[in-house]
């Protein structure tokens, strides 16, 4: 079983759309959570981080951690063209740091 | 947020050359950086863990005498992909903590390098 388990996709999502991407991971000892954004042929970039169960939000983006089911989630609110890409979970404590293997979303205008 | 740097973003080389990958953070030290390769529609492999002044820590698998990673300063770590095959062909990323940050957890990534090997 990996650390931390996310669906690859690809999803497609109509411009507009709510969209849910999930991760879940295996080690209880995770701390720190992170959502990456990563476009075609460039570094992922870091979108949200948190480190308590709950949500979190900033603009169209909420991330959400239930440590309790070791479940975490990024919703997009009102998704636009430009928020295709490939999204990656991850989750860390102390030196250890472990990424899902990405989810492809694509939103159709 | 940080920024990281690579350098170059694209390198194409015959089989057999050497390759040297710059990793630069710009506006902070970074005492830990990470090589990371990903190949097409696939997600980020660690390769090493890079300390400045000590040698790296590789991941299972990765040769430690064909990846060389050196980090001499705190900003700066290179990765010298010796004696390249095309199998090695890839896009190597680097990425850096910043520990003087509030989110001294998180990875800053650089945007990449694209290696062909022919």
């Known amino acids: 079983q990996k650390e931390v388990e996310q669906d690859p996709g690809p999803l497609s999502v109509p411009e507009g759309a709510i969209v849910s991407l999930n991760c879940t991971y295996s080690?209880?000892?995770?701390?720190?959570f992170m959502w990456y954004r990563q476009y075609s042929r460039k570094g992922p970039e870091l979108l949200m981080y948190?480190?308590?169960?709950g949500n979190k939000e900033d603009g169209r983006f909420t991330a959400q951690v239930d440590k309790s089911s070791k479940y975490i989630s990024l919703f997009i609110r009102d998704s636009q063209p430009s928020d295709s890409a490939t999204y990656l979970c991850?989750?860390?404590?102390?030196?250890?740091?472990?990424f899902g293997p990405g989810t492809r979303l694509s939103v159709l205008p | 947020g940080a920024v990281v740097s690579q350098h170059p973003s694209r390198v194409i080389c015959k089989s057999g050359t050497s390759v040297k990958i710059e990793c630069r953070s710009l506006?902070?030290?970074?005492?830990?950086m990470f090589w990371y390769r990903q190949f097409p529609k696939q997600s980020l492999m660690l390769m090493a863990t890079s300390n400045e002044g000590s040698k790296a820590t590789y991941e299972q698998g990765v040769e430690k005498d064909k990846f060389l990673i050196n980090h001499a300063s705190l900003t700066l770590s290179t990765l010298t992909v010796t004696s390249a095959h095309p199998e090695d062909s890839s896009f190597y990323i680097c990425?850096?903590?910043?520990?003087?940050?509030?989110?001294?957890?998180?990875?800053?990534f650089g945007p990449g390098t694209r290696l062909t090997v022919l």
């Open positions: 080690n209880s000892a995770f701390q720190y």
């Open positions: 991850a989750a860390a404590y102390g030196q250890n740091f472990v």
């Open positions: 506006d902070f030290q970074a005492t830990t």
């Open positions: 948190t480190y308590s169960s």
């Open positions: 990425s850096a903590r910043d520990p003087l940050a509030g989110l001294s957890d998180t990875q800053y």
